[in-house]
């Protein structure tokens, strides 16, 4: 069993960056994949990030390429995601989840444990 805490939302401006951290606890991460997630109010969850159990291979989507970057630390079991460049539609809460396999994931099935999320709100 993973335990997932995920930190550093908050309210930024347009414009501004932030950087989130998902903590792992009473289990390593280092051979998990690793995405962040994110849903606003009255939308679906939507996919934002995955990388790979050595952070060679990572994947966006659309919305946030260019402006996000994902990045772990498996010494420390942490995952992070860097948000620059931040715009009001990135307004969500946003999740960090372990899948338990190596190979990166674009889909909220895929993966096996949850974080209980962050909010992150844009004004604009």
């Known amino acids: 069993q993973v335990q997932l805490v995920e930190s550093g939302g908050g309210l930024v401006q347009a414009g501004g960056s932030l950087r989130l951290s998902c903590a792992a606890s009473r289990r390593s991460i280092s051979s998990y994949a690793m995405g962040w997630f994110r849903q606003a109010p009255g939308k679906e969850r939507e996919f934002v990030a995955t990388?790979?159990?050595?952070?060679?291979?990572?994947y966006y989507a659309d919305s946030v390429k260019g402006r996000f970057t994902i990045s772990r630390d498996n010494a420390k079991n942490t995952v992070y995601l860097q948000m620059n460049s931040l715009k009001p539609e990135d307004t969500a809460v946003y999740y960090c989840a372990a899948r338990g396999q190596a190979g990166a994931a674009m889909r909220d099935y895929e993966y096996d444990y949850w974080g209980q999320g962050t909010q992150v709100t844009v004004s604009s």
């Open positions: 990388i790979s159990w050595s952070g060679g291979f990572t």
